[in-house]
Structure formats: C-alpha cells, structure tokens
C-alpha cells in the first residue's frame, strides 16, 4: 500500500495547523486519564487480591511491555497508512481493552486485568507514535520541544483526575475491598474511546511530513542506523521512563511508609495534587523552552531529577514527601525533550524515529518490578534508589547532545533552530523544472 500523500507542516494555513493541533491535542488527554488510574491500581489491587508489591507491578509489565512490542510495529505501518488510519486503530484498541475490564472485575481475575491493560498499552503506544511525531513536525521545529510539551500538559492534566477517582470510589467505604467501581469507570473510559473515533472519522486531518527529508537531491538517502541522536534517544527513553513509571507507581505506597499517618485516601490525593505539581511544571517548561535550548534544559532537569530522587529514597517523614514532589516538577519536560531530539531531522524516517523512540516507553515494565522486589526485601523509600540509575542515564543523553551541539556550532543556551533549511518536494520539483527550461535554451542558443 503506498503511504498516503502529504504535505509538509510549513505548507498547512495557520488555521488547518490549530486545528489539527487542537484535534491531535486531544489524544493526550486519552492516555493521561488511562495511566493516571493505573498507578493507583496497584495499591487497590494489593488489597482486593492480597498480593505483594512486586506482583501488583504486572499491571505495569503489561502496560509498558506493550510499548515495547508494539510500537515498532505502529511506526511501520502508519508510515505506510497514514496518521489518521493509525489514530483509528489506537482508540480501537484502547476501547476494547477498557471493555474487557468489565468481565475482570466480574469474576475477579488478576490475570484478566493484566491482560486487558496489555490491550490498552497497544492501543496508546499506537496514538503516542501518531500523536507525539505529528505535533513535532506539525509547525517550526524550532519550537517542536515547546509545542509538545504544551500538547503533553493536557496529559498531565487528565492524569491527576484518577487519583482523585481512586481517592473517592476505589479506596473508600466497601469499594476499599471489592471492584464494582473499577468496572464502571472502565466502561465510562471505553465510551470516551469510542466517541473519540468518532470524532476523528468525521474531521479533517491533514496528513503532513517533515520539512527536512533526510534525501539528497541525487538521491541518496542516509541510513536510519546512522541517526546517532535517535538510537541513543531511545536508551535515554528507555531509562527516564522506567524511572518515571516506578516512581510513580509506588507513590501511593511511599506516602502511607513514611510514618507520618498518611491514610489510603489522603495519599491518593496526595499523589493526585503530585500530578497536578508535573502539569504546572510541563506548562511553565514550555514557557523556558521558548527561550533556552532544549538539549540544554534537559540536562539541568535530569540533574535535579537525579537530586531529589536520591533525597526521596533517604530522607522520612515530609523531608521524603518534599522532596517526591518536587521530582515529579522537574520530571515534567523530559519526555516530549527527548523525543523532540531524538526525532529531530529524521525527514522521510520520522514515522520510524517516532516508533522507536515510543518504543523506549517499555522501560516502564521492568523497572517497576525491580523496584517492587527492593520495596518487599527492605521498603518503599529504599527502592526509590532504582529509578536514579534511570534519570543517570537521560542525563548524561542530554549532557552529550549539549557537547555535541558545543562542538559544532559552539555553546548556546538560547533556542536556536538546529533545522536544515531544504526546500520541499513541491520547491523542488518546480526548481528542477526551471533548471531543464534554462538548459533547453542554452541548447537552442548554441545550435
């Protein structure tokens, strides 16, 4: 099948490009509210299954071991469908995972869950390598890095609302130890998949490419395995989201340990307005990275991260709470960073880049459970000290990137597009008709 015809971001009206911004942006929401109820789940299903915490992070095994089987493949076929068709599988997907969550909690099968939430990842690692790629070249990618995390603050926003579910009808009153909420907010969450579909079945979405093909004009394409930033933009991935994925996941746990009478509930909430801190974070990021380049302030947010997520696994009492929150403030704008950079000129391999890097979002299967079994052998603040090795990792990726771009073009801190600037097809095709007419009359001139 050959891949739909496009446009590139430059060639879209101001108009066509807030649309599709706005429609795109939507998508975010989706999987916001999707992940920000499965961290709460664990704890749930501790109590509702009596299993230890290294059992309950199957959930994220499930989850994000979906990213990493699936989203490659989500990367070769939308470039040869298009975005609008990838969108349509994702949210198909995503509703029949949702769907399944109703006989699981009917006959109470963990085994159920873990593989409806399995269903679900591939579902949203499908509209992550649509979603994030298409933001990225849907404008100027002198702000990619900007305009991304804008469209991932919407995540963060609908993140914070399933704690603050959770809080309300999962940890309280008989709910505490039964799943009949579980199975009607899963039920509501496949209706809102549903109608999604809808929506973008009748909208207009343009399909459109990068402005920098990675061809030259005699037709020599550059090898994606040459892409450097992208190959080690994926270990990077691979690091920060397992890292963020565990801290996350045992947050809940973390706050009820700390031995200053934090119930059920109020460390749900507490987790909630944790998510709200990594939303206000994400939207003043996009303020900075107006200005500063984003290599840059990756690399100062992943020393923070670094930081407070050390202070995290050795400080108790509020000392520990403080210092949680503000990890989740500067994790804020590392994601859609990395995925910026690592897909940056990627040109006619930009469906592939994205897929690779999404496929980095599988490190959240394994971390978890590494952090799980260090919470059972000792506790919940010391298994904080495995997700730093991850935020190491992103680190020194950015840090790299930052002597990389020092080497060539000398050190900046302001954002300075790093972007070739090479005609589009459309430029390129009228150029070499313009060069065949002026041969042709020097022909006729010398005859």
């Known amino acids: 099948m050959a891949p739909p015809a496009a446009t590139t971001g430059a060639e879209l009206s101001r108009r066509q490009r807030i649309y599709a911004f706005a429609l795109v942006t939507s ?10 109820l499965l961290d709460v789940l664990n704890a749930h299903f501790q109590t509702v299954f009596g299993i230890s915490k290294l059992q309950s992070t199957m959930l994220q095994l499930a989850y994000f071991g979906a990213y990493f089987v699936w989203a490659p493949f989500a990367g070769a076929f939308m470039s040869r469908i298009g975005y609008k068709k990838g969108v349509h599988i994702g949210l198909g997907l995503y509703s029949l995972g949702a769907v399944f969550f109703w006989p699981s909690a009917k006959f109470e099968k963990y085994g159920g869950f873990v593989g409806s939430t399995f269903v679900i990842g591939c579902g949203l690692s499908t509209l992550e390598v649509a979603a994030n790629s298409y933001i990225s070249v849907l404008g100027s990618p002198k702000y990619a890095a900007a305009r991304l995390n804008f469209s991932q603050g919407f995540q963060g926003i609908a993140s914070f609302s399933g704690p603050l579910i959770a809080a309300r009808w999962f940890f309280t009153g008989a709910n505490a130890t039964s799943l009949g909420t579980v199975q009607w907010v899963y039920l509501a969450v496949a209706g809102l998949g549903v109608a999604l579909n809808v929506l973008f079945f009748f909208a207009e979405l343009p399909e459109i ?3 920098t093909p ?16 992208c190959l080690f933009g994926w270990v990077a991935q691979t690091a920060y989201v397992g890292a963020q994925v565990g801290v996350a996941a045992f947050a809940v746990n973390y706050f009820e340990d700390q031995g200053v009478g934090i119930s059920a509930p109020r460390a749900s909430d507490l987790f909630s307005f944790c998510q709200i801190t990594f939303t206000v974070g994400r939207f003043i990021g996009v303020a900075l990275l107006n200005f500063i380049d984003p290599a840059f302030l990756l690399a100062c947010y992943g020393f923070f991260c670094t930081l407070f997520c050390i202070l995290v696994s050795q400080l108790p009492g509020y000392g520990g709470v403080a210092s949680l929150f503000l990890l989740f403030f500067f994790e804020s704008i590392c994601y859609p960073c990395i995925f910026t950079l690592g897909t940056k000129n990627l040109g006619i391999h930009t469906k592939r880049g994205s897929g690779l890097i999404v496929m980095g979002v599988g490190g959240g299967a394994w971390y978890p459970s590494a952090q799980g079994a260090l919470a059972d052998k000792t506790n919940t603040r010391r298994s904080y000290l495995v997700p730093t090795s991850g935020y190491i990792a992103m680190t020194m990726y950015a840090v790299g990137l930052v002597v990389s771009q020092a080497t060539k073009d000398g050190f900046t801190m302001r954002n ?9 097809p459309a430029e390129v095709s009228k150029r070499d008709s313009t060069e065949k007419q002026i041969a042709s009359d020097e022909c006729l001139k010398s005859a």
């Open 27 to 36: 998508l975010f929401f989706t999987w916001g509210f999707a992940y920000g």
């Open 209 to 211: 490419t990068s402005a």
């Open 416 to 424: 300075c597009s790093a972007q070739v600037d090479i005609p589009s």
């Open 214 to 229: 990675t061809e030259d004009i005699s037709g020599q394409q550059e090898s994606f395995w040459k892409q450097y930033h």
